[in-house]
C-alpha cells in the first residue's frame, strides 16, 4: 500500500485541520483530491510528503509503504512532487539544469557533496528538451517566468523516475500548451505500477487514467470512490456551495455554472 491513513489528527500552527482522518491509497492507484481553498488538500499532501506530522496517539498512524518510518531519502527517490510551496521555497541560485538535476538527489537547489554524471546530465537536457525550457539550461531560477519555473519543477518531478507523483495543483501558471504537456507527461506516467495523487480545482486535468476522485471540504473527506460516481453535478455543486454542472466525453471532464 502507498499510503494508509488511520485515524489522524494534524495541527498548522494554531488551526487544527484534520481531526481523525482516513485515507488509504493502494500502489498503482491515479486519485485526484478537489476542494474548495483552505479545504486542507495541501496539508493532506504534507502530511504524505513529512512536512508535517499527524499529533501522536493511541490507534492513530501514517504509513507510507507500509511504514510508519520510512528514511525521508527514500520516500523522495519513490516520489516526484510540484507543488506551488516548492516552487515558492526553491532557492533562487541555481540555473534551470540544477533545479532539474536536483531531482535525481531529492534536494532544493544545490545538491551539496553530490555530484550529478554525465548520464544525468544528458538525461535532465533531455527532458528540458521535451519539455520546451531548454533555453533556461543557464539561466538563474529567479531570473525566470512563474511558468518557466513550474516547467523546470515538472521536469525535476520526473527525472528520476519516481514510483508516485503527487502534483499539487500543477498547471497553476501554465500557458495552454504548456499545460497540454504537462497533461501529455502525467499520462505517459501513469503506468499500471505507477501512483499518481493530483490535486487541483480543474476538472479538466483530470486526466483519463484517474480512476478515483476524493473530495475534501472542512478537513473531512465527504466523498471518495470511482470517478463517475464521485463527479456529478450534484457532488460538485454541494463540494463548492454553487450550482454547476459536470459534463464528461470520453473520460474528460468539464465544469461550467448551472
Ligand atoms: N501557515 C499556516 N498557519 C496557519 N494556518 C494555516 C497555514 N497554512 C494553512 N493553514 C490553514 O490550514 C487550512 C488548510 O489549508 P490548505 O492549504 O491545506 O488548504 P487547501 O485545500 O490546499 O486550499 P487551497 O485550495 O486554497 O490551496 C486552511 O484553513 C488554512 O487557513
Given at each position: 500500500m502507498l499510503l494508509d491513513i488511520r485515524n489522524a489528527d494534524a495541527w498548522v500552527n494554531q488551526n487544527k485541520i484534520f481531526n481523525g482522518l482516513n485515507l488509504q491509497i493502494e500502489q498503482g492507484e491515479k486519485i485526484a483530491v478537489l476542494g474548495p481553498n483552505g479545504a486542507g488538500k495541501s496539508t493532506l499532501l504534507k502530511l504524505i510528503t513529512r512536512e508535517i506530522y499527524p499529533v501522536v496517539k493511541e490507534n492513530s498512524y501514517i504509513r507510507l509503504y507500509g511504514s510508519e518510518t520510512i528514511n525521508l531519502w527514500e520516500l523522495r527517490k519513490k516520489i516526484g512532487l510540484l507543488s506551488q510551496d516548492l516552487q515558492a521555497d526553491y532557492t533562487p541560485y541555481c540555473t534551470g539544469l540544477d533545479v532539474v538535476l536536483s531531482g535525481f538527489f531529492g534536494s532544493v537547489g544545490q545538491h551539496g557533496h553530490l555530484q550529478a554524471t554525465d548520464e544525468q546530465r544528458t538525461q535532465a537536457l533531455q527532458t528540458m528538451k521535451q519539455l520546451g525550457i531548454i533555453q533556461a539550461e543557464s539561466i538563474m531560477y529567479q531570473r525566470l517566468s512563474t511558468g518557466q519555473q513550474r516547467r523546470l519543477l515538472l521536469a525535476r518531478a520526473l527525472?528520476?523516475?519516481?514510483?508516485?507523483?503527487?502534483?499539487?495543483?500543477?498547471?497553476?501558471?501554465?500557458?495552454?500548451?504548456?499545460?497540454?504537456a504537462l497533461l501529455k507527461q502525467m499520462r505517459n506516467f501513469c503506468r499500471p505500477d505507477h501512483s499518481l495523487i493530483l490535486v487541483t480545482h480543474h476538472l479538466d486535468e483530470i486526466i483519463p487514467e484517474v480512476q478515483r476522485v476524493v473530495l475534501i471540504k472542512q478537513g473531512k473527506i465527504v466523498a471518495d470512490g470511482d470517478k463517475a460516481r464521485i463527479l456529478t453535478s450534484t457532488n460538485i455543486s454541494l463540494l463548492y456551495d454553487i450550482p454547476v454542472i459536470v459534463s464528461e466525453q470520453d473520460n474528460w471532464y468539464r465544469i461550467r455554472p448551472a
Open positions: 527525472i528520476h523516475q519516481p514510483e508516485a507523483l503527487i502534483f499539487d495543483e500543477p498547471s497553476s501558471g501554465l500557458d495552454p500548451g504548456a499545460a497540454f
